[in-house]
Antibody
Framework: QVQLLQWGAGLLRPSETLSLTCGVY????????LTWIRQTPGKGLEWVGE???????NYSPSLENRVTMSVDTSKNEFSLKLSSVSAADTAVYYC??????????????WGKGTTVTVSS | DIQMTQSPSSLSASVGDRVTITCRAS??????LNWYQHKPGEGPKLLIY???VLETGVPSRFSGGGSGAEFTLTISSLQPEDFATYYC?????????FGQGTKLEAK
């Protein structure tokens, strides 16, 4: 059974770079996209972006000037970096595996979430 | 961006009740609609994709319907483990937006 385990710094100061990693255990992710979703008190769940096994990326337009996602296939890990953070980036960040079945796309395996707080 | 609106935002119900949650998209999205269940301290759990296809292992008391811009999630007979927050999500176009959530609480 595939599991996603995520880790990274939970407390940042404004203007720093958020860095989170998600490891995929118990299965391959070569046929999937790997996504990041965040949950803020004010905006609920927000799709941040995705990276494929080959490194192709899609980002939310509202964040694309600050987001970088990458994949390390040798370690079965994928990562999120978000630069110049502010209090508005305080959220629980989830990694998730996204599957395509025909034309349909959905997140079928999720990590437990990492709480990131931005505070001076 | 496509806006997703759920109703109600919260709902009180009892074990055994039939419950329906509605999700509306700001534009037509065909059947590109997923439903998730979210409990505190966990990642969301996929219930339904393609508007009505039940994910493997999800109890048959959950069902999804609708197409175009209006969708429903129905729980036919509420069980104690079903009290959670439910989200719809469109997978029609990036960014894949979510509804604001419906919190289902015990009456």
């Amino acid at each position: 059974q595939v599991q996603l385990l995520q880790w990274g710094a939970g407390l940042l100061r404004p203007s720093e770079t958020l860095s989170l990693t998600c490891g995929v255990y118990g299965g391959s992710f070569s046929a999937y996209f790997l996504t990041w979703i965040r949950q803020t008190p004010g905006k609920g769940l927000e799709w941040v972006g995705e990276v494929s096994h080959s490194g192709a990326t899609n980002y939310s337009p509202s964040l694309e000037n600050r987001v970088t996602m990458s994949v390390d296939t040798s370690k079965n890990e994928f990562s999120l970096k978000l630069s110049s953070v502010s209090a508005a980036d305080t959220a629980v960040y989830y990694c998730a595996r996204a599957a395509w079945v025909g034309n349909y796309y959905y997140m079928d395996v999720w990590g437990k979430g990492t709480t990131v707080t931005v505070s001076s | 961006d496509i806006q997703m609106t759920q109703s109600p935002s919260s709902l009180s119900a009892s074990v055994g009740d039939r419950v329906t949650i509605t999700c509306r998209a700001s534009q037509t999205i065909s059947l590109f609609l997923n439903w998730y269940q979210h409990k505190p301290g966990e990642g969301p759990k996929l219930l339904i994709y393609a508007a009505s296809v039940l994910e493997t292992g999800v109890p048959s008391r959950f069902s999804g319907g609708g197409s175009g811009a209006e969708f429903t999630l129905t729980i036919s007979s509420l069980q104690p483990e079903d009290f959670a927050t439910y989200y719809c999500q469109q997978s029609h176009s990036i960014p894949y937006s979510f509804g604001q959530g419906t919190k289902l609480e015990a009456k």
